[in-house]
């Protein structure tokens, strides 16, 4: 499907458009809704998203992506009962989803709860270790929370030295930068 191809290259205009067509042609495909949820979400739409992704969730209660979604939509509008809520049941549904536990700890984290925070990400890189954000979130909380540097410079040494997300390199430098000052 052209539509799928589109979400996943990021043409997330195309991939709204082919979902949309999807559901015109058969309105009862849970695959075409999650898909145009997920498009929407990606586009920046995180109000069609939602209700989209919760539809999904009323019809196939035992999916944990939409829970993951809705989970992530809450956190990036600051909803963080509603986020943990979502992620939650996402987790609840499948435990072993490396960034479900990646957001679980980044709404901790915002809660202020540094422990929980450092769990959830240590269960997301033991799903998977490549999750270079929660390294990095994990030695960030180490470092500036809990002021822990043996773990900080741990979670920091899970990253390659030639990370290809420049942005992400740019706050290793800087965590690194701030733990040696230390």
Do not use: C, I
Not at 122 to 151: C, I, M, Q
Not at 157 to 162: A, H, I, K, N, V
């Amino acid at each position: 499907m052209a539509a799928v191809q589109s979400l996943r290259s990021g043409d997330f205009a195309h991939a709204v458009e082919g979902f949309r067509t999807a559901l015109a042609s058969d309105p009862n495909s849970e695959e075409a809704l999650f898909y145009l949820g997920e498009s929407l979400y990606f586009s920046g739409d995180l109000d069609q998203a939602s209700a989209l992704m919760a539809e999904v969730a009323r019809r196939d209660p035992g999916m944990p992506a939409p829970h993951y979604y809705l989970g992530r939509a809450a956190f990036d509008r600051g909803r963080l009962p509603e986020a943990f809520s979502e992620l939650r049941e996402a987790n609840r549904l499948d435990s072993g989803l490396p960034m479900v536990h990646y957001y679980l700890g980044l709404v901790y984290q915002s809660h202020g709860q540094p422990y929980p925070a450092t769990l959830e990400f240590s269960k997301a890189l033991e799903e998977d270790p490549h999750l270079f954000l929660a390294a990095y979130s994990l030695a960030w909380v180490d470092t500036h929370a809990l002021n822990r540097p043996g773990e900080a410079a741990a979670a920091l040494g899970r990253l390659p030295s030639d990370l290809k997300d420049p942005g992400l390199a740019r706050k290793v430098r800087a965590l690194r930068k701030a733990l040696a000052s230390r």
